[in-house]
Structures are given as C-alpha cells and as structure tokens.
C-alpha cells in the first residue's frame, strides 16, 4: 500500500517532516471506516483483519507512531487512539447489527401468508334430527315443553295409569335414585312425564311436543343405550279423534322421510293410551320390497302412539267427557339411524369428530 511504503522506506527524520501526512492519513482512516458497511459477519471480520489486526492499518500507525519525534506524541498519540475507538466501535456495531438482523428476520411474522383455517363446530346429528322433529310439528301448531329429567314415580308411571306393581312397570327398566314404594324418585324412562306435567297446570286445547333425554337400564350394544332421546307429542282437545293422530302422523312421516312415504298402524299396548298403537313406515332403503334394514318385511317401526286413556286425563284434571286427545313417541335415535342409516347407535355418544363432521354436508 502506497502509504505503508512510504513509512517502512523512509528514514525517521523524515517521518519527522511528514507529521502532517500521518495526521492527514488518520483523518482519511476516520472517515472511511465511518463509512464502512458489511453485509456478512465474514465481511465484518475481513474489515477488522483490514484495520485492527496486528497487520492492520492502525496497527502499523502505531508501530510508526514510537519513531515520532517525542514534541509530537502527544497530538499524535490521542488522535490515534481515537481512530482505534472509531474502528473498534464501528466494527462492533456492525456485528451486532447484523445479529440484530438475523433475529428479526427469525421472528417476523409473513402478514401475506393465507391463515390456518381454524376448524368449525357443528351440530350434533341427533340436535339436527330433533330440531327437523321440531320444526314439522311446529308448522302444524304444536309448541315445545320441557321438564326435568329427575323425576317422582307419579309423573313418569301413576299419573299415566301405570298402578303399583302393574307389571307394565317392567316395559321400561327404570334407574331408581329412591326406592321405596311411595315417594321413589328415578330418572325419567319417558318424556310423557313432561305431558302430565303440562296437562296438570294447563286446561285444554293442549298441542304440545317435550323433546328430552330419557334413560333405561338397559345393557349398551350395537341397538340400545342406558340413554337415548325421545320427542313426544300431545293434543288435547274436543273431539280429537284417532284420524287425526293418523293424518298428522302421516304427514310428519312424508315431511320426515319424502312425500312417498307410507305409513301403517299396528294395535299395541301402553298404559297411557286406548286404543293403542305402533307405527311403521314403509322402508326407504327397498321402497317396501323388503331388505336387511326392514328384515324383509318393506316396513320399519318408527313410533308409538294412541288416544290419551280416560283415566290419564282424569288424574290429571281434565274431564274425560268433553275432552279427548291423542299421544304419541318417538325416538330420535331410531329416526336419526333412519334417515342416516347409522347402524350402531354408540356412535351417537362416543363424539368421534370424523362421525360428527359427516353431517355438516347434510344440513
Ligand atoms: N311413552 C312411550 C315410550 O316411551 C311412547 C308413547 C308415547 C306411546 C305416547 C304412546 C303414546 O315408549
């Protein structure tokens, strides 16, 4: 380099001479290691090898600096430390620019990039199907009632003419919370217990629909569950007759499962009803030809239903002479598996969200 040739060549008396070329060439080193840039931590290191090494620049100032005549050391000597603190801390600060750099490019958040799209909930099928319950017999004038699910004997079996002991009592394995004989307290096996409730603070006309959970002692299989879901209906009113129960029933059936569907009423027994019956529809798998899911017969049996006995009526304040209704339940499961075709009713409690999730397409 042209300036370090100058001073290793030249004899010190005329070093004493060019004084002002070394204070000129320090004032040159100032400004260009003020206007240093790196972009790399190498280019950083390859600038400090440049002027702070041994080798460096400044360095061979200061070994130049102990030949200066001893009058211009002290000019010399603060003006040399203070380029050495110029480059010393310029390097530094681009160091640690460039780290700073580094981090914040780790950090920085890309605001361009499209988001994760955050997973929505969706109805449970059985909600789906109660709320399509729901919603037919509401165009058709019947409003909802609920009640508890804890419920006293009088409300689920006398009030609904089941007598003591009647061995009616055992079509439905009751869970008892207290048991004993006269005031047992029990999870409710029906939601007719919500009828009477309604009827025993309400006067006719009644047209009512008390969708719940109710609970049985059953073993859990593939069919049955120690729970499940029922919607029940209930009109009361004067001359309500067993062709109304059929047409309203029909066209719940039509709403539920297409206009093709068909519907038959065969005799059956409850305590609560005379007559009684339970209702099919004709299969919508085979169309009535007869399949695995209606076992060949071309028929599935989807509900109980029948006029509100006397008696029920009776004990429950409503007189027996001007009034007459009808009743019927169903059960949401059976009508969810149905219209679904799900064949093992566990699914419908186990949430397993790969089930849950095929029902977002359905509604
Ligand atoms: N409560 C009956 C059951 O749970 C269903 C039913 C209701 C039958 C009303 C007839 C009339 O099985």
């Not at 019947?142 to 689920?156: L, M, S, Y």
């Not at 999870?187 to 009644?206: A, G, K, N, W």
């Not at 109710?214 to 209930?234: K, P, T």
């Not at 006029?307 to 001007?322: A, F, Q, R, T, Y």
């Amino acid at each position: 380099m042209e300036y370090e040739v100058f001073f290793v060549t030249l004899p010190i008396e005329t070093m004493y001479r060019y004084f002002t070329v070394m204070i000129k060439k320090i004032e040159e080193l100032k400004n260009e290691i003020s206007a240093l840039q790196a972009a790399t931590p190498e280019a950083v290191e390859q600038l400090r090898i440049k002027y702070l090494s041994k080798k460096g620049e400044i360095s061979s100032l200061m070994n130049d600096f102990r030949s200066v005549p001893a009058e211009q050391k002290r000019e010399l000597g603060q003006k040399l430390n203070e380029l050495k603190n110029i480059a010393t801390e310029k390097l530094a600060f681009l160091k640690e620019s460039l780290s700073a750099n580094a981090d914040a490019e780790k950090a920085s958040i890309d605001l361009t990039r499209t988001a994760t799209p955050l997973p929505l909930g969706t109805r449970h099928p059985l909600s789906l199907v109660k709320n399509e319950i729901i919603s037919i017999f509401g165009n058709m004038g019947f409003t909802i009632a609920e009640g508890p699910e804890i419920e006293d004997d009088w409300h689920v079996f006398s009030s609904l003419n089941f007598p003591a002991d009647h061995p009616a009592r055992d079509m439905q394995d009751t869970f008892f919370i207290q048991r004993d004989g006269k005031d047992d307290i029990l999870l409710r096996t029906h939601t007719s217990s919500v009828q009477t409730r309604t009827m025993e603070h309400s006067q006719p006309p009644i047209r009512i629909v008390c969708p719940g959970r109710v609970y049985r002692n059953e073993a859990i299989s593939a069919r049955a569950h120690c729970f499940f879901h029922q919607v029940e209906g209930l009109y009361i009113d004067k001359n309500v007759s067993f062709a109304d129960l059929k047409q309203v029933l029909l066209e719940f059936a039509q709403q539920m499962f297409g206009p093709e569907t068909k519907i038959r009423l065969r005799p059956s027994y409850f305590p609560f009803t005379e007559p009684s019956a339970e209702m099919d529809i004709s299969c919508g798998i085979c169309g009535g030809k007869g399949c695995a899911m209606c076992k060949g017969t071309g028929w599935v049996e989807i509900l109980g239903c029948g006029m509100v006995d006397p008696n029920v009526l009776k004990s429950c304040g409503i007189d027996p002479e001007i009034y007459s209704g009808y009743a019927f339940g169903m059960g949401v499961e059976r009508i969810a598996n149905l219209k679904y075709l799900v064949k093992d009713l566990r699914l419908f409690s186990e949430n397993d969200v790969r089930f849950l999730d095929e029902f977002v397409a359905a509604h």
